[in-house]
């Protein structure tokens, strides 16, 4: 039995390397399809053609033929067809992959094996391309088109830019690359100052789609460089009015131009436009700027056309207005403040931490040179206490426990402003309902809030860019003097794909409401990177994994969920969605002593991002059962050692296993002592047939009657009737060695010993040279037989031989 399942295994692996090679099962199968190529969401009819007499290994039996769709089975029909042919038919009612492989399958001894594929594509006719636009470099005179693509058609597309001229056939002005949306015409392909057709034609297997035609002529088109700011100053005796200087790029020689101008203060968010500015180059006025302002300008231009662009803006050039001539007037107005406050310790102190608004540019009068915080206000004749003096926005210092006021002006050269009164109030009172945020542009956030039920006097609003080292920001706060108000927009430095914490605090009559916060983004994306998977423990069936979060600064956004994705060598693919605070995840059911390839994927409301791929292998055995296997081996070795010490110690279990073998070295025929040993010529080993030795004589004889065996009375000796022959041993090419001799008469008469008890041994081989002889060696093996009444050198004697 053993000998055929042996032989059977390596059958059994020959007929599966037939049915595998390239000659074999998949030679005898022809799948066909109706279409490799469908639109996503069609019927696919498929059929499987099995030949007999083609398939090594299935000639016999029937054939029964399945289907799989990647590695998911599914159900066709089967029938006999012409020839002996075995036909399987299928029909796909929705196919809904864009692309995937069908599987004609035949079971052979117990299993499925594929002999035949085809692979099919789905997808939907290009979409039409959107908004095409066309710019014409005056550097190179080529013309760069750009356009949105629509939606993805999932299959093989080609996109080509073409033109036409106004009497020339189209041509391919230039193809995309990479899977880009836009490309560059060459000069020789345009007609300058002539109109032109432009269109975006794209192509796949189900159709063409076409965008809108552009017709243009390339030069009203062109984007010019940006100019250049030469000179800014002040007019003469118009102290609130400043000159421009500019001039244009080259090769705009022979164009009429448009040209725009921006400024804005330096502390200011908000650009001021100044437009229809007209000439190629020379100066511009532009009246109505503060004194001892600084301000940062801009100029851009285009050529005189309704479908021109704007050239790049210049770079910036910085001027700061010169102050306001004599009398001169100290800045007016109140300044916004906000504070916070702690104990500073010991010594009765109190910490604050002040900020506020720079005054507006119509109440500045000139520069401010600084700010200056005191304790009391200024009265004639008498300067308070200074805490605070600094040119910037913001002042730490400690005061007194018991202050509930402190006085802030700002001066310039004119003098210094009313102080303005800062009330240090407690804070206290429920938060606010409800705060929420929204985007308001890329780079602003609208605040939302409801309004408690008391009158409040004012909010201030707080906001701080959230980082993993996160830093103070002295201008990231505003007031908001309206207490009706349930809104706001934040403006100044608001990122995309940055998190700001915002506060919100309702100022009332008497006391300072405790904050409500919320977070936002002005804009998001998918995150920068991926999480990395670590491996913290492992089974046959279960893998946990863990991962570190990610900082707040790839983030990009708020972290909606990660997802595990986990799949074997198989294909066989798997996934999770893990809520955003959790930081570990545990994939069960895998199979045990299987390569799981695992990644992670975390996604923000704007997309996900793809983590690198963990390898990680399922053991064979979960720890329980280790632990269950070595404690039954340790037991079974322990149950041995117990049984081996048993039989060690039972003198009859060691009698059955181990009997006890007489050794022949102790018997009588050892103790024989030949009384003469004549000489005679040796042997050559050679000369003996090799083989074992054999007794070509064995007599009996009977003894005399009433005389026991092995006793007689003493005679004349008798005439030996032959020469005593020598036995040899020989190991080698040297000379023999005599290591025994048996003489026919020479034992005649020995006494033999008594005990014990002799033992007849029968059925004894000799030479077998027919020699008759039986040679003894001197160191007899405990296998050796022992004889009972041998023919020795032609005499008959009767002997006993005894084994102890």
């Known amino acids: 039995m053993a000998r055929r399942r042996a032989g059977t295994a390596p059958l059994l692996q020959l007929s599966l390397l037939l049915l595998l090679c390239p000659g074999g099962t998949l030679g005898c199968a022809l799948v066909a399809v109706g279409s490799p190529l469908v639109t996503l969401g069609s019927a696919v009819t498929a059929t499987c053609t099995i030949q007999r007499e083609l398939c090594q290994g299935l000639e016999q039996g029937k054939v029964r033929i399945s289907w799989m769709l990647d590695n998911k089975p599914v159900a066709g029909s089967q029938r006999q067809g012409p020839g002996g042919t075995e036909v399987s038919e299928l029909t796909l009612p929705q196919f809904n992959r864009t692309q995937a492989r069908l599987w004609c399958c035949v079971e052979w001894n117990g299993t499925k094996q594929r002999v035949g594929m085809a692979e099919i594509r789905a997808g939907y006719p290009p979409a039409k391309p959107l908004n095409l636009s066309c710019v014409l470099n005056l550097g ?13 058609s999932h299959l093989p597309t080609s996109v080509a830019l073409k033109c036409a001229g106004s009497r020339a056939q189209a041509v391919t002005g230039c193809t995309p690359r990479g899977g880009h949306s836009h490309c560059t015409v060459p000069r ?40 250049t700011l030469r000179n800014i100053q002040s007019i003469p005796f118009q102290t609130d009015c400043v000159a421009l200087a500019w001039e244009a790029a080259r090769g705009t020689e022979h164009m009429e131009l448009q040209c725009e101008l921006r400024y804005r203060a330096h502390e200011e968010p908000a650009w001021i436009l100044v437009t229809g500015i007209v000439g190629r180059a020379g100066t511009a006025q532009r009246c109505g700027f503060l004194f001892g302002t600084r301000y940062h300008f801009q100029l851009r231009c285009r050529r005189s056309s309704a479908l021109a662009f704007w050239s790049e803006w210049s770079p910036g050039r910085n001027y700061t207005t010169h102050e306001k001539a004599p009398p001169f007037a100290a800045p007016s107005g109140k300044l916004d403040a906000w504070w916070g406050a702690r104990p500073a310790g010991a010594g009765g102190r109190l910490e604050v931490q ?74 206290k009172g429920e938060p606010l309902a409800g705060l929420w945020a929204e985007p308001g542009d890329i780079s602003s956030l609208r605040v939302h809030w409801e309004a408690p039920p008391a009158p409040v006097a004012a909010y201030v609003l707080e906001w701080q860019r959230v980082t993993s080292e ?89 972290i909606t969920n990660y997802t595990i994705f986990w799949a074997n060598s198989m294909a066989d693919m798997a996934s999770a969605t893990v809520n955003p605070s959790l930081s570990s995840f545990v994939i069960r059911g895998l199979r045990p002593s299987t390569l799981y390839k695992v990644h992670i994927m975390a996604s923000t409301a704007a997309g996900g991002t793809n983590g690198t791929s963990l390898t990680l292998v399922t053991t064979v ?96 000796p008798a005439a030996p009737s032959a020469l005593p022959r020598p036995y040899v041993r020989q190991d080698g090419p ?35 040279d027919g020699a008759g002889d039986w040679w003894v060696p001197e160191e007899t093996p405990a296998s050796f037989p022992l004889l009972q009444g041998l023919r020795l050198g032609g005499a008959e004697e009767l002997h006993e031989c005894r084994a102890d």
């Not at 789609?209 to 009203?220: F, G, N, Q, T, V």
């Not at 280790?626 to 050692?641: E, N, S, Y």
């Open 188 to 227: 020789p392909l345009l007609q300058l100052y002539r109109e032109m057709e432009i269109w975006v034609s794209v192509t796949n297997a189900l159709g063409t789609a076409e965008s809108e035609h552009l017709r243009i002529d390339p030069m009203d088109v062109a984007k010019l460089d940006p100019p």
């Open 621 to 716: 055995l979960d720890d329980t059962e280790i632990q269950f296997l070595f404690l039954t081996l340790g037991l079974a070795f322990l149950l041995l050692i117990l049984l081996l010490i048993c039989f060690q110690k039972n003198e009859r279990v060691k009698e059955q296993l181990w009997p006890s073998v007489p050794d022949p070295a102790n018997s009588s025929l050892g103790k024989w002592v030949p009384a003469v040993l004549p000489q005679e010529p040796l042997l050559a080993p050679a000369a003996r047939e090799p083989g074992p030795a054999a007794i070509s004589t064995v007599t009996v004889l009977e003894g005399a009657p009433g005389k026991p065996p092995g006793k007689e009375p003493p005679g004349p």
């Open 734 to 768: 040297g000379e023999p060695v005599q290591y025994a001799r048996v003489g026919g008469a020479g034992y005649r008469g020995q006494r033999l010993l008594p005990e014990p008890g002799p033992r007849f041994y029968e059925n004894l081989r000799g030479r077998g």
């Open 354 to 427: 002040l900020r506020w608004k720079a005054p507006r540019r119509h109440e500045a009068n000139g520069q401010v040179l600084g700010y200056r915080v005191t304790l009391s206000p200024r009265r004639r004749g008498r300067d308070p206490p200074t805490v605070c003096n600094t040119t910037h926005t913001e002042c730490n210092f400690s005061v007194p426990t018991g202050t509930r006021r402190v006085y802030l002006s700002a001066y310039n050269a004119a003098g210094e402003s009313a102080a303005t009164e800062v009330v240090l109030l407690e804070r």
């Open 140 to 152: 190179d005179y080529g013309l760069t088109c750009q356009w949105e693509q629509g939606a993805d």
């Open 470 to 558: 996160p830093g103070p920001c002295s201008a990231c706060w505003q007031m908001e003097r309206d207490g009706a108000a349930t809104a706001a927009l934040i403006q100044y430095g608001i990122e995309p794909f940055q998190r700001y914490n915002i506060s919100l605090y309702p100022l009332y009559k008497d006391a300072v409401g405790m904050p409500v916060h919320t977070a936002a983004y002005s804009q998001q994306r998918a995150p920068s990177y991926a999480p990395k998977l670590h491996l913290r423990s492992i089974s046959k069936s279960e893998a946990e994994l863990c991962w570190e979060p990610l900082p707040v600064e790839v983030q990009n956004g708020f």
